[in-house]
């Protein structure tokens, strides 16, 4: 079993920043790869980005490419999820994932673990 916990939450203005962060624990965390998804009110979890287990490769869903940077601290099994210019239209619980797969899985929603979530309030 992997125990996910996400941080950084919280309510900003449009135009800000905020990194959120999800630390593991519960099993070897290189092992994994990791990424995020969101989920509006009502509506189904959708990924935003993911992280290879050893952090060399990284990928973005088309609405979170050039403002969202996903990283992750291997010695300190945490990944983050740094999001720039915010925008009303992020405002959404964002969900931490892991699996040992990286690939097609993450973008079809295919994973193994998930956090409990943390919201993200953009005002206009």
């Known amino acids: 079993q992997v125990q996910l916990m996400e941080s950084g939450g919280d309510l900003v203005q449009a135009g800000d920043s905020l990194r959120l962060s999800c630390t593991a624990s519960g099993r070897t965390f290189s092992n994994f790869a990791m990424g995020w998804f969101r989920q509006d009110p009502g509506s189904v979890r959708i990924f935003v980005a993911a992280v290879s287990n050893n952090g060399d490769s990284t990928y973005y869903a088309d609405s979170a490419k050039g403002r969202f940077t996903i990283s992750r601290g291997n010695t300190k099994n945490t990944v983050y999820l740094q999001m720039n210019h915010l925008k009303p239209e992020d405002t959404a619980v964002y969900y931490c994932?892991?699996?040992?797969?990286?690939?097609?899985?993450?973008?079809?929603?295919?994973?193994?673990?998930w956090g409990k979530g943390t919201l993200v309030t953009v005002s206009a």
């Open positions: 994932a892991a699996d040992p797969r990286y690939g097609s899985n993450w973008s079809a929603g295919i994973v193994d673990y």
